[in-house]
């Protein structure tokens, strides 16, 4: 079993920046891939980035050059830096673990979920 916590959603002007954080506890983290997912009201998850265990990559079209996710093992954490933020990146953002070495992007491809963090974005 993995849990996930999520912290530093907020409000935020357009433009602004955020640092989203994930903290895992259980089984060995560098074994899970991580990725965050979004959901806004009315709309279906859809994927904002992932990351793999040995620190891979992969970004939404839509998070490219906005993002950029990190994580530190020693510290069994995941961090999103959401930059140049726009009213349409206001959701729920969750992060999500899948075990294994390749990064998810489906949300069914993903085992272990948090309880979600609310990024709201004002223009």
């Known amino acids: 079993q993995v849990q996930l916590v999520e912290s530093g959603g907020g409000l935020v002007q357009a433009g602004g920046s955020l640092r989203l954080s994930c903290a895992a506890s259980?089984?060995?983290?560098?074994?899970?891939?991580v990725g965050w997912l979004r959901q806004a009201p009315g709309k279906e998850r859809e994927f904002v980035a992932a990351i793999t265990g040995g620190g891979d990559a992969y970004y939404a079209d839509s998070a490219k050059g906005r993002s950029a996710i990190t994580r530190d093992n020693a510290k069994n954490t995941v961090y999103l830096q959401l930059n140049s933020l726009k009213p349409e990146d206001t959701a729920t953002y969750y992060c999500?673990?899948?075990?294994?070495?390749?990064?998810?992007?489906?949300?069914?491809?993903?085992?272990?979920w948090g309880q979600g963090t609310q990024v709201t974005v004002s223009s």
């Open positions: 259980g089984r060995p983290f560098r074994t899970y891939s």
């Open positions: 999500a673990a899948a075990y294994g070495v390749t990064y998810k992007v489906r949300s069914d491809e993903y085992d272990y």
